[in-house]
């Protein structure tokens, strides 16, 4: 081990959307040390190292000296992991070099904004979140911890899409609408009125 080093990551979780992540970080300079998982993994496309779970103390030695990040899809497990190790260790962001994002925008710790996607200004993005391909956020918008926005979606300006809710590829969102917690926005839906929370709403307009 060795003195802490910004540019080399720890992943927690390695499928399909930490190698998004990992060659967010590697497409941006930085290099990966390892992955955490219950159990190595035979598909190793990075050729990572296996270092246990993130409660194994092992593990827990080598977060203590190298950023971490949560490469999970899933919101709820990737807010109750995040919660669990925010106190104790450093949570980097995953920020593709191809992103446009704008001046006076926010974005928290523990997010990824994925290649083509576009944040204008005045926006806030929370922890945890989830930026994905070619996504659009424009400006004012408000997108509160641990959401995730998928490919090809839009927000239009002065957007607030509260805690853990998830917005469908392709999902149009109107501006000045307020999408609530924990609400479901399917792919392709055109939404054109608020959204209250823990709701499920698809189609053009949506229901």
Request: charged fraction near 20%.
């Given at each position: 081990m060795k003195n802490k080093d910004a540019n080399q990551i720890i992943l927690i979780g390695y499928a399909g959307h930490a190698y998004v992540v990992a060659d967010i970080f590697i497409q941006s300079g930085n290099s990966i040390l390892g992955y955490c998982e219950k159990e190595e993994?035979?598909?190793?496309?990075?050729?990572?190292?296996?270092?246990?779970?993130?409660?194994?103390?092992?593990?827990?030695?080598?977060?203590?000296?190298?950023?971490?990040?949560?490469?999970?899809?899933d919101n709820e497990?990737?807010?109750?992991?995040?919660?669990?190790?925010?106190n104790?260790?450093?949570?980097?962001?995953?920020?593709?070099?191809?992103?446009?994002i704008a001046t006076h925008v926010e974005i928290g710790n523990g997010t990824m904004v994925a290649a083509g996607s576009i944040i204008n200004s005045c926006t806030t993005i929370g922890n945890g979140v989830i930026i994905n391909t070619g996504s659009i956020i424009e400006h004012e918008c408000n997108i509160a911890d641990f959401v995730h926005v998928a490919p090809g979606a839009v927000l239009c300006g002065n957007v607030k899409v509260g805690g853990s809710s998830f917005?469908?590829?392709?999902?149009?969102?109107?501006?000045?609408?307020?999408?609530?917690?924990?609400?479901?926005?399917?792919?392709?839906?055109?939404?054109?009125?608020?959204?209250?929370?823990?709701?499920?709403?698809?189609?053009?307009?949506?229901?």
């Open positions: 993994k035979k598909m190793n496309p990075f050729h990572l190292k296996f270092l246990g779970l993130q409660t194994d103390s092992s593990a827990k030695k080598w977060m203590k000296l190298h950023s971490s990040f949560i490469a999970i899809g497990i990737r807010k109750k992991i995040h919660l669990s190790i925010c104790d260790f450093e949570i980097a962001q995953a920020l593709h070099p191809s992103a446009l917005i469908g590829a392709n999902a149009i969102i109107k501006q000045g609408i307020t999408i609530g917690k924990n609400c479901t926005i399917g792919a392709g839906a055109v939404v054109l009125k608020n959204v209250e929370d823990g709701k499920t709403i698809v189609g053009n307009p949506a229901r």
